[in-house]
């Protein structure tokens, strides 16, 4: 049986807790896809995330981290949420682009439930529309401390 966490002061931000190697869920919570193509040149061979010990994988339940894009959209609000449930702990969360972060372009659309801070907590944020891949390549070195 697993000892409870420790409790946290009111306002104090979490410092991510993971090292080494990252496996990343990808959630597109509803974004244009511009995000995406920068994700896929941080993880492609220029820049190649992976050497730095992130990887992409398939299912939430291999993931140590989420990292989400897009504003969440109504349609999109209890699949996060889900995903969110299903990564064990620690499960980190990474707002990759301005629409994660406050939606951007999309803030008050009759179709976006809101940012997704808004929905589940967030740990990293990766300011830009969308954020270069030098960015999202130094977020995830953040997290594994290479």
Request: overall charge negative.
């Amino acid at each position: 049986m697993a000892e409870p966490a420790p409790e946290r002061a009111p306002g104090e931000v979490p410092q991510p807790e993971l090292r080494g190697s990252v496996q990343i869920r990808h959630v597109d919570a509803g974004s244009c896809n511009g995000c995406e193509v920068e994700i896929a040149s941080a993880f492609g061979p220029v820049y190649d995330a992976e050497r730095y010990g992130a990887r992409l994988v398939a299912s939430p339940r291999h993931a140590d981290a989420l990292l989400v894009t897009g504003p969440v959209t109504r349609n999109m609000e209890m699949a996060l949420r889900r995903t969110h449930e299903a990564v064990p702990r620690p499960c980190l969360v990474i707002a990759l682009g301005d629409c994660a972060r406050d939606c951007g372009a999309f803030a008050g659309a009759y179709g976006v439930a809101g940012a997704v801070g808004d929905v589940v907590p967030v740990d990293v944020e990766v300011p830009g529309c969308p954020p270069e891949p030098e960015a999202i390549v130094a977020a995830l070195r953040g997290l594994t401390g290479r």
